[in-house]
């Protein structure tokens, strides 16, 4: 068998300290499992821009191209704040959601029982949440046409498009139900069809879908604004839970809350190229060098990219399993720890976790 080839995008910020912790656990796990990977690493968003190049360069993409998965940094970096999106260092991101066809980006949140008390929510209230968030990765508002910067008789003004297909929430739904069958069966979809024609048209494709292929799952439909109260509310009753693409980034990081941090949060986006494996959270400038990053969240993305890319759950389930048993030992980073709680560096996270695996 050939090597399984991950292209490494590092990313700014506190991207390449995470990575580095990473990848110690994806070559730790790869030994331990006899399976062999190979790592090449790329530049991409403004580690790219500051030398000059593109957000996503030419050699990049050839890279990913080739690669049988993507391990990605976050990407974002305060100095380009005021760019416009084509120029900002996040648009690499973007651009391969788009080139790749990634439609489906799974975020799953489950709260580590270790960390029950880390969360600002009540512990009653998140003990045994269990949540799949389906976001829509390649379409919505996110690409659709027009988009721009215009001026007007009332001045200069800027517009984007949410626009969906059936097909586009066909096949994003049908990840959600087949996800689902695997789960409690049991999927909640995130819709503004009480103000927006674009919704009206996402809530009656997801229950034709459900009627003609899924009434073994249960499907409900819910306003987003009212599933963003309801994930703090009461997030026990949410299994898979399934929006567009702008609604979904958002939900997503109200879920992260529920587990703690938003530096546990991982990431899959699978569709129609090589998937992308990497954290839910930013690039946290303000943390770059001080040994204070979450490593968790990258590592866990890790574990998606072997259970989801490679096929390889055991070796995923592994990863999942030295995290929890780092965390049970006590380990904590800073925005994990609580108060008097003497926290440990992103190095020193990463190694328990290898320790906790070859173990
Ligand atoms: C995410 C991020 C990105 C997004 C940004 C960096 C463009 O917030 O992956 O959730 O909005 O999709
Ligand atoms: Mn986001």
Known sequence: MTDFKIAVLPGDGIGPEITQA???????????????????????????????LEPLPEATFKLCQKSDAILCGPFGDPRWDNAPPAKRPERAKLVLRKEFDLFANLRPIKPVPA????????RELIEGVDILVVRELAGGIYFGEPKGYAEDAKGRYGFNTMVYHAWEVE???KAAFEAAKLRRKK?????????????????????????????????KHMYVDNCAMQLVANPKQFDVLVAGNLFGDILSDIGAQLTGSLGMLPSASLGNGTPLFEPVHGSAPDLVGTGKANPLAMILSAALMFTHAAKRPDIGNAIDEAVAKALGKGLRTPDIAAKGEKAVSTREMGEAVVAALLA
Request: glycine fraction near 4%; proline fraction near 1%; charged fraction near 25%.
């Open 22 to 52: 990473a990848l110690d656990v994806c070559r730790a796990a790869a030994g331990k499992f006899n399976f062999a990977i190979h790592t090449e690493s790329a530049l991409a968003a403004a580690s790219a821009v500051d030398r000059g």
């Open 171 to 173: 096949r994003v739904g």
């Open 187 to 219: 999927v909640l979809s995130a819709d503004k069809a009480n103000a927006l024609e674009v919704m009206q048209l996402w809530k009656e494709t997801m229950q034709a879908l459900h009627d003609r292929d899924y009434k073994d799952i249960e499907l």
């Open 115 to 122: 960390l029950l008390n880390a969360s600002p929510l009540k």
